[in-house]
């Protein structure tokens, strides 16, 4: 028998999975409705492919996948399209989300389907592609898409493929019974998924010492096929997947990491059975075995329900007694959720339908205050302080709550079982993983908005600093023409004797289009033209004085302007800067003239 | 059908914190009979006066507080704070002495932190070092083991015993005399050996001191039974009595006149024991994980030996164990467990640095 290791903490609650196995996996009727979830799974939801009052056969597809991560719907049964709208869902919320209702017809008429039976010689990708079109999703937790978990984008080759079969959550049997009424096709699945994966070295089934006789009904189908089963003492949680890893290879998974980045993939076993019905039956997953127990129900035991099932409709042909318990819970006493009422469906992640009397499961007793006695501490199994988490929760301390990995929490409950204060420990740890979630993204959107009014900020100055340098480039520049034009005058020299000296003003500093110069130049040789020179030396004389005069004016204004700091700067600089070039074009007309 | 909403898990674990409180109450039996055999009635009537005054104190301050008073006691955590001290207390105390201190640790170490679960130091501790900085006399009077007692006299009665800690009578001579702790503080000039053969405290003992190494083995076994209960790990017991053993071992300086004593006399006289499984596991004073509680204990030990060895006072577990709560949230911030997935353990203040 292959080594194994033990996980720390870990609890023994009562199991009660006698109850519900001592008949084998029953068929109920029909259901008259079926409503299917378009997400089951983890990923984007599928989208409807029918039209209200269309008639679908058995294992149709209703809805289609959409983009990488996500499964298509069938319809689980023959019938007619009822309803595409909002439904209360499995979801520890009590949400509504969009569902495909089918009015069944009670013939159960099978689409036409056709599978293989030579998988050994089809190419991988094709058998991927069979298991992803018959909508198979993870059977035991999160229902992550099974193509996509298969296909791990090949980093490095898949050496270890571990099949969890520990079904550690009391009262669930749903794993065990159908291992013992059908191994032969699990095992055949359990090949399926090797072909798919190019054959790991290392191919494990990970079962608990609870379930002999699924152990004994496992033991002639592997035998010589390179499947070991590995037995392991029965402790909560052990069917986790960091916890059965763990305890199969020694290995831990690293914070952060998935399976596939360590060379294994990890599947339950109820999903390889339906692996095999896609593959060799070609059959859709649209059925799947759910317990159905507690002692409110009248006979526990296990029901091969088709999706969508109403639990109502279980809950019904097993006599149950709505007076005898106040919950009813889709999946297992630790890690199960209360069902906000029997409309909800069955989903392909549905385990099991606790439905518990108040002799079972009492009211929960008001919490006593926290005495640290660390007993969470010790049931721990990825070995956090709970008591410690516990505080910082309460006091909203997101950062000593990281510090003390809250995220490597996997909710499993083990904490608030052994508490004898009766806390809600994994309550609180949600409350603040949502808590801290939302900081996040709120800190994401307010980094984004800070850095966009910085950039604003900083594009603004940047403006304003090129404004400023323009700015001082022109006042330069006209405090070097009144400091040539007072030289001028203070020589005494006369404009005209001027004028050959004008092309030395420093137009060179002030940016001036060449196409105005040309525009100008053009203009200034039409004017030529028509008057006699001295008219037009007249009139320039005429016109330079008057700019001269303009220029003067502006520029006292403009100096004004700049010491009282009013708005007006940049007007002012304008007209004076136009101001000047017309004198400046005017002097150069006049040396044209004078040549 | 509409059901109800609860989170999970539904299904929890059948013991409650009252059964805990119980629990540990029903392992200090053994403790009380051995002093009681040992050193007469004193230490019931202690532990019984503490047990009325712990009880009306917590009732007066939950109603004060507005809270509900029989959710409230119902935890039996005053009973808890209340035998310990009753038990730590000298048998024959006055009355008033261990009202002062019940009334001490309760309303002031405890409620006024915020009640249980809130209280930074061991309120039953905190009871007892005021009462030895305030009435040193009343503390330090301890009655004479059973097996030194003059010949022909014994222990007063339950009545005698009543009018001795509450109408002030005197008791008989000799009933009262040194610990062998004590003996060992004034015993400058004789070698281990010549103070065992003198002192009638340790030639009529075993291996200990009279009466004290069956109150300590007592106290031991009703630590065992809690151990076995898992009501406590192994970490701060055995980091305490390992440490205290280690000092002793180190500085018993081979019986010569200036050693503190033999190994087993540290960890079988005194509050060794008791401190060790009743005082230093009170978990809601102590550091937080294993490795934690380790340290923790192995400093409250180290601390007993400094003070008995080199310190003002015979014994001083309660000294050490009020300076390692101290040090609690400093050992919490350096002993995270390594989690699952991760290389390395965590400080608790990691993320606050940044």
């Not at chain 1, 191919?203 to 609870?210: A, F, Q, V, Y």
């Not at chain 1, 859709?284 to 526990?300: E, F, H, M, W």
């Not at chain 1, 006593?368 to 199994?381: D, F, L, N, Y």
């Not at chain 1, 502006?554 to 600089?573: R, Y």
């Given at each position: 028998m292959s080594r194994t290791w033990v996980t720390p903490g870990g609890v023994h609650p009562p199991e009660n999975k006698h109850q519900s196995v001592t008949l084998p996996i029953g068929q109920l009727p029909i259901p008259e409705k079926l409503v299917i979830p378009l997400s089951q799974h983890i990923g984007a939801p599928a989208t409807p492919c029918v039209e209200m009052g269309q008639q679908v056969l058995k294992g149709q597809v209703i809805a289609q996948a959409v983009g990488m991560v996500s499964i298509p719907m069938h319809a689980p049964s023959s019938g007619t399209i009822s309803a595409i709208e909002h439904r209360p869902i499995a979801h520890a919320s009590g949400m509504l989300a969009p569902c495909i209702e089918i009015t069944t017809d009670g013939a159960d008429t099978w689409i036409e389907h056709?599978?293989?039976?030579?998988?050994?010689?089809?190419?991988?990708?094709?058998?991927?592609?069979?298991?992803?079109?018959?909508?198979?999703?993870?059977?035991?937790?999160?229902?992550?898409?099974?193509?996509?978990?298969?296909?791990?984008?090949?980093?490095?080759?898949?050496?270890?493929?571990?099949?969890?079969?520990?079904?550690?959550?009391?009262?669930?049997?749903?794993?065990?019974?159908?291992?013992?009424?059908?191994?032969?096709?699990?095992?055949?699945?359990?090949?399926?998924?090797?072909?798919?994966?190019?054959?790991?070295?290392?191919?494990?089934?990970?079962?608990?010492?609870?379930?002999?006789?699924?152990?004994?009904?496992?033991?002639?189908?592997?035998?010589?096929?390179?499947?070991?089963?590995?037995?392991?003492?029965?402790?909560?949680?052990?069917?986790?997947?960091?916890?059965?890893?763990?305890?199969?290879?020694?290995?831990?998974?690293?914070?952060?990491?998935?399976?596939?980045?360590?060379?294994?993939?990890?599947?339950?076993?109820?999903?390889?059975?339906?692996?095999?019905?896609?593959?060799?039956?070609?059959?859709?997953?649209?059925?799947?075995?759910?317990?159905?127990?507690?002692?409110?129900?009248?006979?526990?035991?296990?029901?091969?329900?088709?999706?969508?099932?109403?639990?109502?409709?279980?809950?019904?042909?097993?006599?149950?007694?709505?007076?005898?318990?106040?919950?009813?819970?889709?999946?297992?006493?630790?890690?199960?959720?209360?069902?906000?009422?029997?409309?909800?469906?069955?989903?392909?992640?549905?385990?099991?339908?606790?439905?518990?009397?108040?002799?079972?499961?009492?009211?929960?007793?008001?919490?006593?205050?926290?005495?640290?006695?660390?007993?969470?501490?010790?049931?721990?199994?990825?070995?956090?302080?709970?008591?410690?988490?516990?505080?910082?929760?309460?006091?909203?301390?997101?950062?000593?709550?990281?510090?003390?990995?809250?995220?490597?929490?996997?909710?499993?409950?083990?904490?608030?079982?052994?508490?004898?204060?009766?806390?809600?420990?994994?309550?609180?740890?949600?409350?603040?993983?949502?808590?801290?979630?939302?900081?996040?993204?709120?800190?994401?959107?307010?980094?984004?908005?800070?850095?966009?009014?910085?950039?604003?900020?900083?594009?603004?100055?940047?403006?304003?600093?090129?404004?400023?340098?323009?700015?001082?480039?022109?006042?330069?520049?006209?405090?070097?023409?009144?400091?040539?034009?007072?030289?001028?005058?203070?020589?005494?020299?006369?404009?005209?004797?001027?004028?050959?000296?004008?092309?030395?003003?420093?137009?060179?500093?002030?940016?001036?289009?060449?196409?105005?110069?040309?525009?100008?130049?053009?203009?200034?040789?039409?004017?030529?033209?028509?008057?006699?020179?001295?008219?037009?030396?007249?009139?320039?004389?005429?016109?330079?004085?008057?700019?001269?005069?303009?220029?003067?004016?502006?520029?006292?204004?403009?100096?004004?302007?700049?010491?009282?700091?009013?708005?007006?700067?940049?007007?002012?600089?304008?007209?004076?800067?136009?101001?000047?070039?017309?004198?400046?074009?005017?002097?150069?007309?006049?040396?044209?003239?004078?040549? | 059908m509409a059901f109800k909403q609860v989170s999970s898990p539904h299904a929890h674990a059948a013991q409650n914190t009252s059964q805990v409180m119980k629990l540990v109450l029903l392992a200090t039996i053994p403790g009380l009979a051995a002093l009681t055999w040992q050193f007469g009635w004193g230490s019931f009537i202690n532990v019984v006066l503490a047990s009325v005054t712990a009880v009306v104190c917590e009732a007066a301050i939950v109603k004060m507080r507005g809270r509900s008073i029989s959710f409230y006691l119902g935890d039996y955590s005053a009973v808890v704070t209340a035998v310990l001290l009753g038990l730590a207390l000298p048998p024959l105390a006055p009355w008033w002495v261990v009202v002062v201190g019940t009334v001490f640790s309760i309303v002031v170490a405890k409620q006024l932190y915020g009640g249980l679960g809130y209280n930074p130091f061991n309120p039953a501790m905190v009871g007892y070092v005021v009462l030895l900085i305030s009435f040193p006399i009343q503390m330090t009077t301890w009655v004479a083991p059973l097996a030194l007692l003059p010949a022909g006299a014994a222990h007063p009665g339950l009545i005698e015993s009543l009018q001795i800690v509450f109408a002030g009578y005197s008791p008989a001579d000799g009933v009262t005399g040194a610990t062998p702790l004590d003996v060992f503080k004034h015993s400058s000039g004789l070698l281990v050996d010549q103070v065992y053969d003198r002192e009638p405290l340790f030639n009529q003992a075993m291996f200990a001191g009279a009466g004290w190494e069956w109150v300590n083995l007592g106290f031991l076994l009703g630590g065992i039974i809690l151990l076995s209960q898992r009501i406590f790990t192994w970490h701060g017991p055995v980091g305490m009595l390992g440490a205290l053993a280690l000092m002793s071992i180190l500085f018993w300086d081979s019986g010569s006149s200036s050693s503190p004593g033999s190994p087993l006399m540290h960890l079988f006289s005194g509050a060794s024991m008791m401190g060790a499984f009743f005082i230093l596991t009170d978990p809601v004073s102590s550091a937080v994980s294993n490795r934690g509680r380790l340290i923790f204990g192995a400093l409250i030990g180290v601390l007993v030996y400094v003070i008995r060895a080199w310190g003002n006072y015979p014994d001083a577990v309660a000294f050490a164990v009020l300076l390692a709560n101290f040090a609690a949230p400093f050992i919490d911030n350096y002993t995270l467990p390594r989690t699952y997935g991760h290389t390395d353990r965590r400080r608790a203040t990691e993320k606050e640095e940044d």
């Open positions: 056709q599978g293989i039976s030579d998988y050994e010689h089809i190419a991988p990708r094709k058998l991927l592609e069979m298991v992803g079109n018959a909508g198979i999703s993870g059977m035991g937790g999160a229902g992550f898409p099974s193509a996509v978990k298969l296909n791990p984008g090949r980093q490095r080759p898949i050496d270890t493929l571990i099949v969890n079969a520990t079904e550690c959550e009391p009262y669930i049997t749903a794993d065990d019974s159908a291992i013992r009424e059908r191994a032969g096709e699990i095992i055949e699945g359990i090949k399926i998924l090797s072909a798919i994966l190019d054959h790991p070295t290392n191919i494990m089934i990970g079962i608990e010492d609870n379930k002999p006789e699924a152990i004994a009904a496992l033991a002639p189908h592997v035998e010589g096929s390179g499947i070991s089963v590995v037995v392991f003492p029965t402790k909560y949680p052990s069917g986790g997947e960091k916890q059965l890893i763990y305890i199969l290879t020694g290995k831990e998974l690293p914070a952060g990491k998935l399976p596939a980045d360590e060379g294994m993939v990890c599947i339950n076993i109820g999903t390889t059975y339906a692996i095999k019905r896609a593959v060799i039956d070609g059959e859709p997953l649209i059925s799947r075995v759910t317990t159905v127990t507690g002692d409110a129900v009248g006979t526990p035991r296990n029901y091969d329900t088709l999706i969508g099932t109403p639990v109502r409709h279980l809950l019904e042909h097993n006599q149950f007694d709505e007076q005898a318990g106040g919950r009813v819970v889709m999946g297992g006493p630790m890690m199960g959720f209360t069902l906000p009422s029997a409309d909800v469906p069955i989903v392909k992640t549905t385990n099991c339908i606790l439905a518990p009397s108040y002799a079972e499961i009492p009211d929960d007793d008001p919490a006593q205050p926290c005495i640290r006695c660390g007993m969470c501490a010790e049931a721990c199994p990825v070995s956090l302080l709970p008591q410690q988490l516990f505080w910082y929760a309460q006091a909203e301390e997101h950062d000593r709550l990281e510090a003390h990995n809250l995220f490597d929490c996997i909710e499993c409950g083990a904490c608030s079982y052994v508490c004898p204060s009766n806390i809600p420990l994994v309550q609180y740890y949600r409350a603040a993983k949502g808590d801290i979630r939302q900081a996040r993204e709120e800190k994401v959107k307010s980094d984004h908005a800070r850095d966009r009014f910085e950039f604003h900020k900083e594009r603004i100055e940047q403006a304003e600093r090129e404004k400023e340098v323009k700015r001082a480039a022109r006042r330069e520049a006209t405090q070097q023409a009144k400091a040539d034009h007072l030289a001028a005058t203070a020589n005494g020299s006369a404009v005209s004797s001027a004028a050959p000296s004008a092309p030395a003003t420093p137009t060179g500093a002030v940016p001036s289009s060449s196409a105005a110069d040309i525009i100008a130049a053009a203009q200034a040789r039409a004017a030529a033209k028509q008057a006699s020179p001295e008219d037009q030396r007249a009139k320039l004389e005429r016109t330079i004085a008057s700019a001269e005069q303009r220029l003067k004016m502006a520029e006292e204004k403009l100096a004004e302007a700049v010491d009282s700091d009013s708005g007006k700067q940049d007007k002012l600089s304008a007209a004076v800067e136009n101001t000047r070039q017309k004198l400046e074009q005017s002097k150069s007309k006049l040396a044209e003239l004078a040549e | -």
